[in-house]
T-cell receptor, first 115, second 110 residues
């Protein structure tokens, strides 16, 4: 049971390049999330998927797109990377949705540098 | 939306002392308050959480208290050990909206 896995661990991009961050969970969780973490700002939600086939914007969605490929996998795409997207990206998953309280389990993160 | 403020941003204690981290939230509808520990180069890990119908919860050396009227909650770590050194995040959640504090870097000196 690996929990939440993310690939790649590190990535360097040039401004304007595109890339996809991959996330997978093996806990049979319904909900999945993408966060970014910047110094002094905690974690901010980019997008989430409450269940397979649905996605919704979070606090900072601009410049990103997501795909919930199946119950296990949730990818984050940067179509045209900008230096402001330099950050550490975390994927998380949880088992409950909607108004119910939930515990989120985080992956190890992807460190992205955009030059 | 929810706004979570966390204090202090850094905290240094001597091994064996207690550490307290405080958070305030703005949305009275928030009903779930987790605390996460993040070690260098790793993702956040849940250490304790509390729901809005409970005032206090303990798990060995860790406790969390919630004051819904004042909209603040606190993390208490007793008998601190060097391995408690990490960044701690509080969060407040209503439905799918989870907002995190900016984090507290705790250093426990041997």
């Amino acid at each position: 049971n690996a929990g939440v896995t993310q690939t790649p661990k590190f990535q360097v991009l040039k401004t304007g390049q595109s890339m996809t961050l991959q996330c997978a969970q093996d806990m049979n969780h319904n909900s999945m999330y993408w966060y970014r973490q910047d110094p002094g700002m905690g974690l901010r939600l980019i997008y989430y998927s409450a269940s397979e086939g649905t996605t919704d914007k979070g606090e900072v969605p601009n410049g990103y797109n997501v795909s919930r490929l199946n119950k296990r996998e949730f990818s984050l795409r940067l179509e045209s990377a900008a230096p402001s997207q330099t950050s550490v990206y975390f994927c998380a998953s949880s088992s409950l949705t909607g108004a119910q309280q939930e515990t989120q389990y985080f992956g190890p993160g992807t460190r992205l540098l955009v030059l | 939306g929810e706004n979570v403020e966390q204090h202090p941003s850094t905290l240094s204690v001597q091994e064996g002392d207690s550490a307290v981290i405080k958070c305030t939230y703005s949305d009275s509808a928030s009903n779930y308050f987790p605390w996460y520990k993040q070690e260098l180069g790793k993702g956040p890990q849940l250490i304790i959480d509390i729901r809005s119908n409970v005032g206090e919860k303990k798990d060995q050396r860790i406790a969390v208290t919630l004051n819904k009227t004042a909209k603040h909650f606190s993390l208490h770590i007793t008998e601190t050990q060097p391995e408690d050194s990490a960044v701690y995040f509080c969060a407040a959640r209503y439905n799918n909206d989870m907002r995190f504090g900016a984090g507290t870097r705790l250093t426990v000196k041997p």
